[in-house]
């Protein structure tokens, strides 16, 4: 097993192979249930997803949401637009050590800082002149790696091309709701 930054890179290399050769092995529906807990505090749980229409057992996990106190929540964890710059750094960190691993470019340092700017006028409904929700979301990638400016370069403008979570915040996607009344 050959490893560089902690990736196999003899399975990404089969798991490239085989999503090339079968698209539908490329697929997977991944889940969340949110449930309000009071006040402004929630909890979501992921667990299991499906990869090619097969279920894949996973450990659950819980992430707790809720507001600060000067937006009168009790600070029990992060609110939804934290959660958004984590979810896209979260999503760049696993971008960028896929796509250096599979060019052969060793990352000996890597983090990102995010800031976001809401106008509350818009999520309290008192403007129709704010956004609701970030205005812009500024980025900065911090990174140490053994390879060229200009390697560097092209590697972050790939990892921007293919990023999920990138492509989700700066384009369109469809939001379907089903509402349902218990």
């Excluded at 979570?165 to 384009?171: A, E, K, L, P, S």
């Amino acid at each position: 097993m050959s490893e560089l930054n902690g990736i196999d890179t003899d399975a990404l290399e089969n798991l490239i192979e085989s999503a090339s050769k079968d698209p539908d092995k490329a697929s997977f529906t991944f889940r969340a249930e949110t449930e309000w807990i009071g006040g402004f505090a929630s909890e979501t749980h992921i667990s299991d997803f499906t990869q090619d229409g097969t279920t894949v057992e996973s450990p659950e996990f819980t992430i707790t949401g809720d507001e600060p106190e000067a937006l009168l929540g009790d600070r029990a964890g992060p609110n939804a637009v934290e959660h958004l710059l984590a979810a896209i750094g979260s999503c760049l960190s696993v971008t960028y050590a896929g796509h250096a691993a599979a060019h052969g470019i060793q990352l000996n340092d890597l983090s990102f800082e995010f800031e976001g700017d809401i106008d509350l006028r818009g999520f309290l409904g008192l403007s129709e002149d704010v956004r609701v929700g970030y205005d812009q979301i500024r980025a900065t990638t911090h990174l140490d790696a053994d390879a060229s400016e200009d390697e560097l370069r092209e590697l972050h403008e790939e990892v921007i091309a293919t990023s999920p979570v990138y492509d989700n915040v700066t384009n369109e996607v469809t939001l379907d709701f089903d509402l349902q009344f218990e």
